[in-house]
Protein backbone atom coordinates (compact mmCIF):
# COMPACT_ATOMS: atom_id res chain seq x y z
CA UNK A 1 0.00 0.00 0.00
CA UNK A 2 0.90 3.18 -0.88
CA UNK A 3 0.75 5.69 2.06
CA UNK A 4 1.05 8.92 0.13
CA UNK A 5 -1.47 7.97 -2.56
CA UNK A 6 -4.62 10.13 -3.08
CA UNK A 7 -8.30 9.15 -3.52
CA UNK A 8 -11.05 10.69 -4.25
CA UNK A 9 -13.86 11.55 -1.06
CA UNK A 10 -17.14 10.08 -3.21
CA UNK A 11 -18.13 12.50 -5.73
CA UNK A 12 -16.76 15.42 -3.69
CA UNK A 13 -13.62 17.22 -5.35
CA UNK A 14 -11.40 16.05 -1.53
CA UNK A 15 -8.67 14.13 -1.43
CA UNK A 16 -7.01 12.56 0.64
CA UNK A 17 -3.94 10.32 0.97
CA UNK A 18 -4.71 6.62 1.98
CA UNK A 19 -2.28 7.24 5.50
CA UNK A 20 -3.95 9.94 7.37
CA UNK A 21 -2.78 11.51 10.81
CA UNK A 22 -5.55 10.94 13.46
CA UNK A 23 -5.16 14.06 16.37
CA UNK A 24 -6.82 13.08 19.56
CA UNK A 25 -2.74 11.67 20.88
CA UNK A 26 -1.57 14.84 19.92
CA UNK A 27 -3.63 17.19 22.08
CA UNK A 28 -3.03 16.39 25.33
CA UNK A 29 -4.72 16.34 28.33
CA UNK A 30 -5.94 19.42 30.25
CA UNK A 31 -5.22 18.51 34.77
CA UNK A 32 -6.82 19.64 37.50
CA UNK A 33 -3.83 21.32 38.82
CA UNK A 34 -3.14 23.24 35.89
CA UNK A 35 -0.49 21.07 34.45
CA UNK A 36 -0.94 19.36 31.04
CA UNK A 37 -0.25 15.59 30.28
CA UNK A 38 0.30 13.66 26.82
CA UNK A 39 1.86 14.48 24.09
CA UNK A 40 3.81 17.73 25.33
CA UNK A 41 3.00 20.74 22.94
CA UNK A 42 6.25 20.67 21.05
CA UNK A 43 6.54 16.97 20.14
CA UNK A 44 2.65 17.15 18.98
CA UNK A 45 3.58 20.28 16.30
CA UNK A 46 6.93 18.08 15.49
CA UNK A 47 4.42 15.14 14.37
CA UNK A 48 2.45 17.27 12.31
CA UNK A 49 5.21 18.93 10.42
CA UNK A 50 6.99 15.70 10.53
CA UNK A 51 4.13 14.26 8.44
CA UNK A 52 3.31 16.42 6.04
CA UNK A 53 7.04 16.69 5.43
CA UNK A 54 6.68 12.79 4.61
CA UNK A 55 3.33 12.92 2.34
CA UNK A 56 1.02 12.35 4.66
CA UNK A 57 -1.50 15.02 4.03
CA UNK A 58 -4.63 14.28 5.67
CA UNK A 59 -4.95 16.25 8.99
CA UNK A 60 -7.79 15.19 11.30
CA UNK A 61 -9.23 16.98 14.91
CA UNK A 62 -11.71 17.78 16.29
CA UNK A 63 -13.06 19.92 19.34
CA UNK A 64 -13.15 17.17 21.59
CA UNK A 65 -9.56 16.31 21.74
CA UNK A 66 -8.15 18.30 24.34
CA UNK A 67 -10.96 20.43 24.50
CA UNK A 68 -9.38 22.50 21.86
CA UNK A 69 -5.93 21.98 22.45
CA UNK A 70 -5.67 19.50 19.52
CA UNK A 71 -7.57 22.15 16.86
CA UNK A 72 -5.08 24.89 18.11
CA UNK A 73 -1.96 23.05 17.80
CA UNK A 74 -2.37 21.85 14.04
CA UNK A 75 -3.04 25.50 13.77
CA UNK A 76 0.04 26.02 14.78
CA UNK A 77 1.73 23.78 12.42
CA UNK A 78 -0.54 24.55 9.85
CA UNK A 79 0.73 28.00 9.30
CA UNK A 80 4.02 26.43 7.73
CA UNK A 81 1.99 24.50 5.21
CA UNK A 82 0.76 24.73 1.79
CA UNK A 83 -2.94 25.08 2.52
CA UNK A 84 -3.61 23.58 -0.73
CA UNK A 85 -1.88 21.18 -0.34
CA UNK A 86 -3.75 19.19 2.46
CA UNK A 87 -6.74 17.90 3.70
CA UNK A 88 -8.25 18.66 7.35
CA UNK A 89 -11.44 17.33 8.61
CA UNK A 90 -12.67 18.27 11.89
CA UNK A 91 -16.03 17.53 13.76
CA UNK A 92 -19.21 18.72 15.38
CA UNK A 93 -21.81 18.34 17.95
CA UNK A 94 -19.31 18.89 20.89
CA UNK A 95 -19.85 22.30 21.81
CA UNK A 96 -16.89 23.55 23.98
CA UNK A 97 -18.02 25.72 26.71
CA UNK A 98 -15.44 27.45 29.66
CA UNK A 99 -15.41 25.32 32.82
CA UNK A 100 -15.82 28.20 34.95
CA UNK A 101 -17.83 31.27 33.31
CA UNK A 102 -15.65 33.18 35.82
CA UNK A 103 -12.59 32.26 34.65
CA UNK A 104 -11.46 32.63 30.77
CA UNK A 105 -7.89 33.45 31.52
CA UNK A 106 -5.79 31.44 28.38
CA UNK A 107 -3.74 28.83 30.03
CA UNK A 108 -0.94 27.01 28.10
CA UNK A 109 0.81 27.33 25.19
CA UNK A 110 -2.55 26.64 23.07
CA UNK A 111 -3.81 30.25 24.51
CA UNK A 112 -6.89 28.44 25.53
CA UNK A 113 -9.02 28.79 28.59
CA UNK A 114 -10.21 25.75 30.19
CA UNK A 115 -13.28 24.79 28.38
CA UNK A 116 -15.15 21.64 28.74
CA UNK A 117 -17.56 20.09 25.85
CA UNK A 118 -21.34 19.69 26.29
CA UNK A 119 -23.10 17.60 23.44
CA UNK A 120 -25.38 19.92 21.27
CA UNK A 121 -26.74 18.62 17.98
CA UNK A 122 -28.47 22.08 17.23
CA UNK A 123 -28.39 24.16 13.73
CA UNK A 124 -26.95 27.39 16.29
CA UNK A 125 -24.53 24.44 18.14
CA UNK A 126 -23.13 23.25 14.62
CA UNK A 127 -22.71 26.85 13.19
CA UNK A 128 -20.63 28.06 16.22
CA UNK A 129 -18.74 24.96 17.03
CA UNK A 130 -17.51 25.05 13.27
CA UNK A 131 -16.65 28.54 13.75
CA UNK A 132 -14.63 27.87 16.91
CA UNK A 133 -12.59 25.10 15.13
CA UNK A 134 -11.65 27.61 12.66
CA UNK A 135 -10.41 29.97 14.70
CA UNK A 136 -8.83 27.62 16.50
CA UNK A 137 -7.44 25.80 13.54
CA UNK A 138 -6.54 29.26 12.03
CA UNK A 139 -7.86 28.61 8.27
CA UNK A 140 -11.02 29.83 6.49
CA UNK A 141 -12.19 26.12 6.22
CA UNK A 142 -12.03 23.07 6.76
CA UNK A 143 -12.52 20.33 3.56
CA UNK A 144 -14.10 17.52 5.48
CA UNK A 145 -17.07 17.81 8.52
CA UNK A 146 -17.76 14.92 10.64
CA UNK A 147 -21.01 15.04 12.81
CA UNK A 148 -19.13 13.93 16.11
CA UNK A 149 -20.82 10.72 18.09
CA UNK A 150 -22.20 10.23 21.60
CA UNK A 151 -19.72 7.35 22.13
CA UNK A 152 -21.29 4.56 21.92
CA UNK A 153 -25.01 3.26 20.91
CA UNK A 154 -28.40 3.94 22.65
CA UNK A 155 -27.09 7.21 24.39
CA UNK A 156 -28.82 10.07 22.20
CA UNK A 157 -32.15 9.16 20.08
CA UNK A 158 -31.88 9.11 16.32
CA UNK A 159 -33.22 12.62 16.19
CA UNK A 160 -30.63 14.37 17.85
CA UNK A 161 -28.54 12.86 14.97
CA UNK A 162 -30.85 13.61 12.14
CA UNK A 163 -31.03 17.39 13.48
CA UNK A 164 -26.98 17.37 13.22
CA UNK A 165 -26.83 15.97 10.00
CA UNK A 166 -29.40 18.28 8.39
CA UNK A 167 -27.65 21.35 9.25
CA UNK A 168 -24.18 19.79 8.05
CA UNK A 169 -26.21 19.30 4.79
CA UNK A 170 -27.62 22.85 5.03
CA UNK A 171 -24.08 23.95 5.45
CA UNK A 172 -22.62 21.74 2.23
CA UNK A 173 -25.45 23.61 -0.06
CA UNK A 174 -24.07 26.63 0.74
CA UNK A 175 -20.96 25.66 -0.12
CA UNK A 176 -19.42 26.63 3.00
CA UNK A 177 -18.00 22.54 3.45
CA UNK A 178 -17.44 20.77 0.96
CA UNK A 179 -17.81 17.15 2.18
CA UNK A 180 -20.12 15.99 5.34
CA UNK A 181 -20.05 12.32 7.19
CA UNK A 182 -20.48 11.35 10.52
CA UNK A 183 -17.24 10.12 13.09
CA UNK A 184 -18.42 6.97 14.53
CA UNK A 185 -17.54 3.97 17.25
CA UNK A 186 -20.54 1.92 16.37
CA UNK A 187 -22.42 0.65 13.56
CA UNK A 188 -26.31 0.64 13.93
CA UNK A 189 -26.51 4.93 14.27
CA UNK A 190 -24.16 5.25 11.67
CA UNK A 191 -26.27 2.53 8.69
CA UNK A 192 -29.85 4.11 10.00
CA UNK A 193 -28.45 7.44 9.31
CA UNK A 194 -26.62 6.44 5.88
CA UNK A 195 -30.17 5.18 4.82
CA UNK A 196 -31.75 9.18 5.33
CA UNK A 197 -28.84 11.35 4.76
CA UNK A 198 -26.79 11.85 1.78
CA UNK A 199 -22.86 11.52 3.48
CA UNK A 200 -19.47 11.43 1.64
CA UNK A 201 -17.90 9.61 3.88
CA UNK A 202 -18.01 7.94 7.25
CA UNK A 203 -15.42 7.92 10.20
CA UNK A 204 -15.69 4.50 11.69
CA UNK A 205 -13.11 4.07 14.57
CA UNK A 206 -12.98 0.32 15.75
CA UNK A 207 -15.45 -1.73 13.88
CA UNK A 208 -13.34 -2.84 11.00
CA UNK A 209 -9.99 -3.71 12.27
CA UNK A 210 -8.14 -7.35 12.46
CA UNK A 211 -9.87 -8.24 15.45
CA UNK A 212 -13.02 -7.00 15.34
CA UNK A 213 -14.95 -6.87 11.42
CA UNK A 214 -18.53 -6.10 13.14
CA UNK A 215 -19.05 -3.54 10.13
CA UNK A 216 -18.78 -5.92 7.62
CA UNK A 217 -22.16 -7.37 7.72
CA UNK A 218 -24.82 -4.08 7.59
CA UNK A 219 -22.55 -0.86 7.19
CA UNK A 220 -19.94 -1.71 4.66
CA UNK A 221 -22.41 -3.15 2.30
CA UNK A 222 -24.91 -0.25 2.91
CA UNK A 223 -21.33 2.45 2.27
CA UNK A 224 -20.75 0.49 -1.08
CA UNK A 225 -24.56 0.95 -2.66
CA UNK A 226 -24.97 4.40 -1.20
CA UNK A 227 -21.33 4.94 -2.90
CA UNK A 228 -20.48 6.93 0.59
CA UNK A 229 -16.51 5.82 1.50
CA UNK A 230 -15.07 4.96 4.84
CA UNK A 231 -12.02 6.34 6.85
CA UNK A 232 -10.89 4.06 9.31
CA UNK A 233 -10.18 5.64 12.70
CA UNK A 234 -8.76 3.95 15.70
CA UNK A 235 -7.17 0.86 13.29
CA UNK A 236 -5.37 -0.25 16.21
CA UNK A 237 -8.37 -0.60 18.60
CA UNK A 238 -7.09 1.81 21.30
CA UNK A 239 -4.07 0.10 21.54
CA UNK A 240 -4.48 -3.64 21.79
CA UNK A 241 -3.59 -4.52 18.35
CA UNK A 242 0.25 -2.70 18.81
CA UNK A 243 0.68 -3.50 22.70
CA UNK A 244 4.09 -5.86 22.89
CA UNK A 245 2.70 -7.20 25.92
CA UNK A 246 -1.05 -8.71 26.02
CA UNK A 247 -0.32 -9.87 29.70
CA UNK A 248 -0.07 -6.24 30.58
CA UNK A 249 -2.82 -4.29 30.95
CA UNK A 250 -4.20 -2.73 27.39
CA UNK A 251 -7.50 -1.25 26.23
CA UNK A 252 -10.07 -1.68 23.60
CA UNK A 253 -12.72 0.88 22.99
CA UNK A 254 -11.06 3.23 25.48
CA UNK A 255 -11.21 1.10 28.35
CA UNK A 256 -9.75 -2.04 29.73
CA UNK A 257 -10.13 -4.44 27.22
CA UNK A 258 -12.24 -7.16 28.19
CA UNK A 259 -10.89 -11.12 28.28
CA UNK A 260 -12.25 -11.74 25.44
CA UNK A 261 -10.43 -8.99 23.12
CA UNK A 262 -7.28 -9.77 25.00
CA UNK A 263 -7.72 -13.97 23.43
CA UNK A 264 -8.79 -12.72 20.17
CA UNK A 265 -5.37 -9.86 20.05
CA UNK A 266 -3.10 -12.70 21.30
CA UNK A 267 -4.32 -14.89 18.71
CA UNK A 268 -3.68 -12.29 15.96
CA UNK A 269 -0.64 -11.81 17.71
CA UNK A 270 0.58 -15.51 17.43
CA UNK A 271 -0.94 -16.03 13.82
CA UNK A 272 1.33 -13.02 12.68
CA UNK A 273 4.36 -13.64 14.51
CA UNK A 274 4.84 -17.56 13.13
CA UNK A 275 5.21 -15.87 9.36
CA UNK A 276 7.56 -13.23 10.94
CA UNK A 277 4.60 -10.08 10.61
CA UNK A 278 4.63 -7.30 12.98
CA UNK A 279 0.61 -7.24 14.05
CA UNK A 280 0.67 -3.66 13.83
CA UNK A 281 1.50 -4.05 10.01
CA UNK A 282 -1.62 -6.49 9.43
CA UNK A 283 -3.50 -3.96 11.36
CA UNK A 284 -2.59 -0.89 9.19
CA UNK A 285 -2.91 -3.19 6.40
CA UNK A 286 -6.25 -5.24 7.30
CA UNK A 287 -8.71 -2.93 5.63
CA UNK A 288 -7.80 -1.30 2.54
CA UNK A 289 -8.99 -4.85 1.18
CA UNK A 290 -12.17 -3.55 1.45
CA UNK A 291 -13.10 -1.82 -1.38
CA UNK A 292 -15.20 1.16 0.57
CA UNK A 293 -12.13 2.13 2.55
CA UNK A 294 -10.58 5.15 1.27
CA UNK A 295 -7.83 5.99 4.11
CA UNK A 296 -7.41 4.99 7.92
CA UNK A 297 -5.72 7.60 10.43
CA UNK A 298 -3.98 6.19 13.15
CA UNK A 299 -2.81 8.59 15.67
CA UNK A 300 0.98 8.91 16.47
CA UNK A 301 1.91 9.97 20.38
CA UNK A 302 5.57 10.60 18.72
CA UNK A 303 7.84 11.12 15.72
CA UNK A 304 9.06 7.81 15.85
CA UNK A 305 5.08 6.21 15.70
CA UNK A 306 4.17 8.11 12.86
CA UNK A 307 7.57 7.00 10.95
CA UNK A 308 7.04 3.53 11.73
CA UNK A 309 3.58 3.45 10.52
CA UNK A 310 4.55 5.08 7.02
CA UNK A 311 6.67 1.83 6.88
CA UNK A 312 4.79 -0.37 8.63
CA UNK A 313 2.23 0.11 6.16
CA UNK A 314 4.14 -0.35 3.44
CA UNK A 315 5.28 -3.97 4.79
CA UNK A 316 5.06 -6.95 2.67
CA UNK A 317 2.65 -9.52 3.98
CA UNK A 318 2.31 -13.43 3.20
CA UNK A 319 -0.71 -14.23 1.70
CA UNK A 320 -0.47 -17.16 3.64
CA UNK A 321 -0.74 -15.18 6.87
CA UNK A 322 -4.25 -13.81 5.88
CA UNK A 323 -5.49 -17.30 5.27
CA UNK A 324 -4.75 -18.47 8.12
CA UNK A 325 -6.42 -15.82 10.22
CA UNK A 326 -9.49 -16.48 8.23
CA UNK A 327 -9.46 -19.94 9.03
CA UNK A 328 -8.45 -19.52 12.82
CA UNK A 329 -11.61 -16.73 12.79
CA UNK A 330 -10.02 -13.83 13.82
CA UNK A 331 -11.03 -12.28 9.93
CA UNK A 332 -14.20 -12.73 9.67
CA UNK A 333 -14.77 -15.31 6.44
CA UNK A 334 -16.82 -11.94 4.63
CA UNK A 335 -14.76 -9.37 4.85
CA UNK A 336 -11.87 -9.23 1.85
CA UNK A 337 -7.85 -9.89 2.65
CA UNK A 338 -5.12 -8.13 1.39
CA UNK A 339 -3.23 -9.41 -1.72
CA UNK A 340 0.35 -10.06 -1.92
CA UNK A 341 2.39 -7.26 -2.84
CA UNK A 342 4.64 -8.86 -4.98
Known amino acids: MNPFEFVDIGSTDVEVTRL ?17 GGTEYDEALAI ?34 EREEITI ?23 LPRLKSRLNYSKDAIHRSLESSLERLGVDEVDIVYL ?55 LLAGRYTLIDQSAIHTLLPLCQQKGTVVAIGGPYNS ?63 SVKELEENVELIQREIPEGMWDELVNEEVIDISAPVPEPLW
Open 239 to 301: GILAADDLDAPVSFDYEPAAERWVNKARQAKEICGRWGVDTRAAALQFPFAHPSIATIIPGAA
Open 89 to 111: STKVARLLVPEDPGDTDPVGQEN
Open 20 to 36: GLGGAPLSGMVLADGMF
Open 148 to 202: HDADFTGQHPESDFAQGLEALSDLRSAGAIKAIGMGMNENEMTAAMLERFDLDVI
Open 48 to 81: IRRAYDLGVLYFDTAPQYGSGRGEARYGAALKDM
